[in-house]
Antibody, heavy 114, light 112 residues
Framework: EVQLVESGGGLVQPGGSLRLSCAAS????????MGWVRQAPGKGLEWVAY????????NYVDSVKGRFTISRDDAKNSLYLQMNSLRAEDTAIYYC???????WGQGTLVTVSS | DVVMTQSPLSLPVTLGQPASISCRSS???????????LSWFQQRPGQSPRRLIY???NRDSGVPDRFSGSGSGTDFTLEISRVEAEDVGVYYC?????????FGQGTKVEIK
């Protein structure tokens, strides 16, 4: 059974940093693109970033470029999102997803507030 | 960025009746490999999104056959042949052809 389990969310002050993790199981992690999608409270979905196999290609939505870094550790079957210079508008549930969204985790809530 | 426009945004439906959601993109979603990366997702209250349909019309594993997708180019449709109580939630289309991948605003399906 495919499982994606996010962790690392929490309350952080504006300008602060957080590192999200996604532990994958039930499939050969190294052979799939992975991505992060966020959903602000009561709002729609926004695809934040993706990383291809071997990290060969990475892309970010403009609103997080230069502040967020997506990475993967295939030996640990894990996906990461390093988030720096956080802003109030980054407050959202962050979901880990495989490829173009065939599987999703349960999400982890990031709240940016003073 | 490609803008995905869904309609309607709210869809009250009688149990057992059909429902249809439209999704239009601001540009063609045909990728260089010939595929059209248009997907549909269901998000039930309090749950993570779940993909129902990929590449316009392919149902994901375990998705009931009352869900179907159609369309081409810039116009796409999700149809539910007979709405059941468990279909309540918000439905999103996603284009995965042009980066950034973008979702429609969402269509809230509720039972009348």
């Amino acid at each position: 059974e495919v499982q994606l389990v996010e962790s690392g969310g929490g309350l952080v002050q504006p300008g602060g940093s957080l590192r999200l993790s996604c532990a994958a199981s039930g499939f050969t992690f190294s052979t799939y693109w992975m991505g992060w999608v966020r959903q602000a409270p009561g709002k729609g979905l926004e695809w934040v970033a993706y990383i291809k196999i071997d990290g060969s290609d990475i892309n970010y939505v403009d609103s997080v470029k230069g502040r967020f870094t997506i990475s993967r550790d295939d030996a640990k079957n894990s996906l990461y999102l390093q988030m720096n210079s956080l802003r109030a508008e980054d407050t959202a549930i962050y979901y880990c997803a495989r490829a173009r969204g065939v599987y999703w985790g349960q999400g982890t809530l990031v709240t940016v507030s003073s | 960025d490609v803008v995905m426009t869904q309609s309607p945004l709210s869809l009250p439906v009688t149990l057992g009746q059909p429902a249809s959601i439209s999704c239009r993109s601001s540009q063609s979603l045909v990728y260089s490999d010939g595929y059209t990366y248009l997907s549909w997702f269901q998000q039930r209250p309090g749950q993570s999104p779940r993909r129902l349909i990929y590449r316009i019309s392919n149902r994901d594993s375990g998705v009931p056959d009352r869900f179907s997708g159609s369309g081409s180019g810039t116009d796409f449709t999700l149809e539910i042949s007979r709405v059941e109580a468990e279909d309540v939630g918000v439905y999103y289309c996603l284009q995965g052809t042009h980066w950034p991948w973008t979702f429609g605003q969402g269509t809230k399906v509720e039972i009348k």
